[in-house]
């Protein structure tokens, strides 16, 4: 079977643009949220929000990149481009069409959308929006997957190229895609990620309407509380994370860094509701143990598990049980965190920011903490990493997601060594 | 290798709802394509559209999934209970985590979603759906369908525009691949509403004639443009030793080849990417080009993509060296629905022999060099057939489809490769 490597890291994430501001942000238990700057968020019942200050300009993107791009196409392109360099992969002396593109997203271009949208309907007063008022580029915002053009543009890359929107665990699917691409022999190379830049009155309104979000709008940055007993709901995010990853034995033989190995992955569905889950958690048990199978590893080997986290109390029954079920025992004994504490829930991109996250956990030997974690719910027992980030070293790390439409995903990351 | 088989199919289109009917209407050259009447285009340069009639929501679909669904999603529902109808599974014979759902998605449910956007930004948020977080989503469809049947399995959304079915597919038979029994797939899309028509006219391709049979016109020296439909179709995939041993009553084809490509960016001076899509797909067949019996393109109607279309398949067939026909001429171009149709009409021409005309276009630009199958079906008895599709953007998918008769069931003898058992 083909393995596959990590070899370049590039995000966008609030709390500073770029891996090194990431990381920073991730282990030091500060929280990126705050009160929404980007529109009057007053009418709303859910107000905060970790937003990203991302200078387009800044980030090296051109005059037309800035006009032609969504926010979200923006994060993508930006987190490619850094991700490329991380590698060190000089895409030139390969083959165009055996690097591909997955980029999950689970909103798309939802920004400009509405932004347009208000435009062409005269702030909502006409159903027959004007197309007199449409800019050129909005059919580019329309259809998404150009997000996954752009990225492979950046690569210089001809293999298969999508955008995965399969919601909340587009992020995870996204890379799992490229993973598959790979073993499969489709391609060497994947330019695998996922971006998000929901923060809008739409988003906010949509949910809003189901109280998702946190209405814990008077202290900003402890508005996310994933397994506290205070918790309120999920804050919503933004940013980006794309990665190389590369055919294990051609990223040896070219003498790459190898952050880690995805090992393995799986996807299930809970077939039971749109929004709502079971808190037995049995399909995301399911994921988590399909996707040990396929990395031929035991529960017990996993030292480190990135919780979905997302802030809610359904959320936080659901994945407890989920773990109880899938590792035994061993759910009691392993430190598990939720990263959207700090940086938000960043819906289809949130999944590969926590891959990277992943990544550099083994990296680094740190484990990121569950922020604002003051007092755990008593319903939840396990080892949630409270407010500071823990210095371990750890070969083994799941990762798991779960998202509006049922879908529940599942990935293994290994230490460069460990599977050797 | 296991080999991924379809067994079921559940069309809406157009010209016909339901496959026998869009079948005998595509026969016949009957087209789908007429004024708009969903809602009052007059304003619009373009005013044409392939529009599905005589779909009653209610007949189908649950009355508790109406509120918190969108027209497309509803027809979604419908194909998908057709295709497993078709299909004749019995889905509580299979096990819960051995069925998947991979659909296509383009702009997501857009009249669901105009109208929560009117609701918030005309009378306040208060008055937003408590279904929009999920009922617009580009997700929406896999997500209904797997809950309404109870599959559990690997499932997918795949964003590539019009290629977006072919990539479903190909996604779909990568699961089947890995163990799991049966996927359904394919994709159903309708953005027939202002909200979906304001950013199409944005993209310069749709045609602005008024005549419907002189609107969509590919590979013809007078294409303008593409009129855009609404529909698709939905596919049951499975493994073909599974359908067997469950007693699957047809068999329409084997997908024995998959390949998609991105175009190169724009000003590198390389060649664009949809030969290469064919060119890997058939060898994913194993097969030639001279094995190919029949090319379903992709039509855009405009004359650059067309010339570049009409490019690569001369340039792998050679000049008027297989026939190649654009069936979509009598329903539009239906976007994430565009390439799961044409599958569907390609296995179609699969079991009855023959291949399906495209209308409108009587005198096909003689230097494409292509065997364009005009005014009427041709009787060719075809046995395999390579499907090509192109997303807005530079995304290119090729798909080829295999009769079966000779083997209908029987796994792949030429590889060894065991397949992991769901549990």
Known sequence: MRRVAVTGLGTVAPGGIGVKEYWELLTSGRSATRTISFFDPSPFRSRVAAECDFDPVAAGLTPQEI????????????SAREALADSGLDVARLAPDRIGTSIGSAVGCTTSLEREYVVVSDGGRTWNVDHRYAVPELYRHFVPNTMAAEVAWVAGAEGPAAVISTGCTSGLDAVGHAVELIREGSVDVMMAGATEAPISPITSACFDAIHATTPHNDEPERACRPFDRSRGGLVLGEGAAVMVLEEWESARRRGAHVYAEIAGFAARCNAYHMTGLKPDGREMAEAIDAALQEAGLPPESIGYVNAHGSGTRMNDRHETGAFKRSLGDHAYAVPISSIKSMIGHSLGAIGALEVVACALAIEHGVLPPTANLHEPDPELDLDYIPLTARRQQTDVVLSVGSGFGGFQSAMLLTGPEVRS | MTRAVVTGLGVAAPNGLGTEAFWKATLAGRTGLAPLTRFDATQYPSVLAGEIKGFVAEEHVPSRLMPQTDHMTRIALAAADWAIGDAGADLRRLPEYGMGVVTAASGGAVEFGQRELENLWSKGREHVSAYQSFAWFYAVNTGQISIRHKMRGPSGVLLTEQAGGIDALGHARRHIRKGIPLVVSGGVDAALCPWGWVPQIASGLMSTARDPDRAYLPFSADARGYVVGEGGAVIVVEDAASARERGAPRVYGEIAGYAATMDPAPGSGRPPGLRRAAENALADARLTPRDIDVVFADGAGVLALDRAEADAISGLFGPRGVPVTVPKTMTG??????????????????????????????????????????????????????????????FNAALVLRRTDDRPYDTDERTTACPQAPR
């Open chain 1, 67 to 78: 006009r032609r791009l969504d926010r979200a196409a923006q994060f993508a392109v930006v």
């Open chain 2, 333 to 394: 171009r239906l976007l994430a629905g565009g390439a799961a149709l044409d599958v569907a009409t390609a296995l179609l021409a699969l079991r009855d022999g023959v291949i399906p005309p495209t209308v409108n276009v009587p005198d096909p630009a003689p230097d494409y060099g292509l065997d364009l199958v005009t005014d009427r079906p041709r009787d060719t008895a075809p046995r395999s057939a390579l499907v090509l599709a192109r997303g807005y953007g530079g």
